[in-house]
């Protein structure tokens, strides 16, 4: 079973976003359309001790997606990996998974009239193995891995964390959630809701 996870070390983000553009530019969106949107988060706490921390979301891939029963169509769809994507065949741009989806992870693509969202570069063969957004990253934050066999460095970072292993969707999935945060220089204040 192929269990693809993304690791974000929040630690090395610089909130540059090469990941967004790079994820525009291999599928080709729109400049307003964002399948990964970069948040920064605070700062928090009294001057001079302040802190802060920038904070790429993407598509989540929810335990529950509501995506998932919001879809009309059935279009969207996950598999038994985790992975939340969307069969453009069926898709038929009604927008209501969009409306429901609590990280803004998703739009209908005004050139196509299709909902988009991220599905970790399913066309992998372009990337090298990694989602564009890791092998554009100068920070090097990202990272596809395989938590039954991680990377070496996967396998360090996650080790270094500890319990500093965060997921914004909330409830853990029975695998594990399929995109991991670390931020281990400070404390965590999770999902910006910026509405």
């Not at 969009?98 to 992998?124: G, Q, Y």
Request: with cysteine.
């Amino acid at each position: 079973m192929n269990r693809q996870r993304m690791l974000i070390d929040l630690d090395r983000c610089v909130g540059c976003v090469s990941c967004t553009v790079a994820c525009q530019e291999l599928h080709s969106t729109p400049a307003w359309s964002k399948r990964m949107t970069v948040h920064q988060v605070g700062p928090f706490g009294d001057f001079p001790e302040l802190a802060m921390y920038f904070l790429p979301v993407m598509c989540q891939h929810c335990q529950d997606p509501p995506c998932l029963e919001a879809c009309p169509t059935g279009a969207t769809k996950k598999d038994e990996n985790g992975l939340v994507w969307i069969d453009e065949e069926e898709c038929t741009g009604c927008g209501d998974c969009v409306e429901v989806c609590p990280f803004h992870a998703r739009f209908v693509n005004p050139e196509t009239e299709l909902a988009e969202s991220c599905d970790l570069c399913s066309d992998r063969e372009l990337t090298d193995g990694q989602p564009f957004c890791a092998r554009s990253c100068p920070a090097g934050a990202i990272r596809l891995y395989d938590p039954d066999r991680p990377d070496p460095e996967s396998a360090r970072l996650l080790e270094s964390a500890g319990e500093n292993c965060y997921s914004l969707a909330g409830s853990r999935q029975p695998a594990g959630p399929v995109i991991v945060y670390l931020l281990r220089r400070q404390a965590w204040h999770g999902w910006p809701d910026s509405d």
